[in-house]
């Protein structure tokens, strides 16, 4: 019996592009009002769509590949991450934003300076989201287009009869276990990753208060 197993490459690459895509995209519509409110219409609309609905045309596209994985983790991660993003970078101190305009700082050097620092803590709760439904998606990409991972796996488990099930349920705790595993890394990624952030130091101050 075939079928592969862990690929995480699909998962991986997915939430890539769609981070970098929702950073580039959330961060151009966040700094124009009229921009970010036109948009908030459509980004609902599109993140309402579960991605397993376009699986169909896009497996009749790019076929059972690593590309498609990828295409279907990405539009589905993309979404919730652009609006982390757009809240993100749209709240940014006033203060914070004068004092930049006043010394100079634009362009890429204010991006990498005051907007991406302000937007981190949105963009690290989006990507923890982000994460574990892109493991599904990934897993979904597998086991219903027949792409090379623990998805297939299941599926041909599955297929091989009775005798298989044992395997087939293994697969299946092991993709929970995934889920349940990548949370909690980000989860300790953002608490780590965040303590320099202000927000987390308010936390810090509260809790040793009380």
């Not at 589905?76 to 305009?101: C, E, H, M």
């Not at 792409?147 to 349920?169: C, D, H, Q, T």
């Amino acid at each position: 019996m075939g079928g592969g197993g862990l690929d995480p490459a699909g998962w991986f690459l997915g939430l890539v592009v769609a981070s970098v895509l929702a950073v580039v995209v959330g961060s151009a519509l966040a700094a124009n009002d009229v921009a970010f409110r036109s948009a908030a219409g459509v980004i609902e609309v599109f993140k309402a769509i579960p991605a397993i609905a376009i699986l169909p045309l896009v497996i009749l596209v790019l076929g059972s590949t690593l590309e498609m994985k990828v295409f279907l983790v990405a539009f589905g991660a993309f979404w919730p991450l652009v609006v982390q993003v757009g809240y993100g970078v749209r709240s940014i101190d006033p203060t914070v934003a004068d004092t930049a305009r006043v010394l100079g700082v634009r362009g890429v050097r204010r991006f990498l300076t005051v907007t991406l620092p302000t937007a981190s803590p949105y963009v690290a709760t989006g990507l923890r989201i982000a994460s574990a439904s892109a493991l599904i998606l990934a897993v979904v990409a597998e086991l219903v287009g027949g792409a090379e991972g623990i998805g297939r796996a299941i599926l041909f488990a599955r297929n091989a009869g009775v005798s298989a099930y044992p395997v087939m349920y293994a697969y299946i705790l092991v993709a929970g276990f995934l889920g349940i595993v990548l949370t909690g890394l980000f989860f300790l990624l953002e608490r780590q990753g965040m303590h320099w952030h202000e927000s987390r130091r308010n936390r810090a101050g509260e809790a040793g208060a009380r």
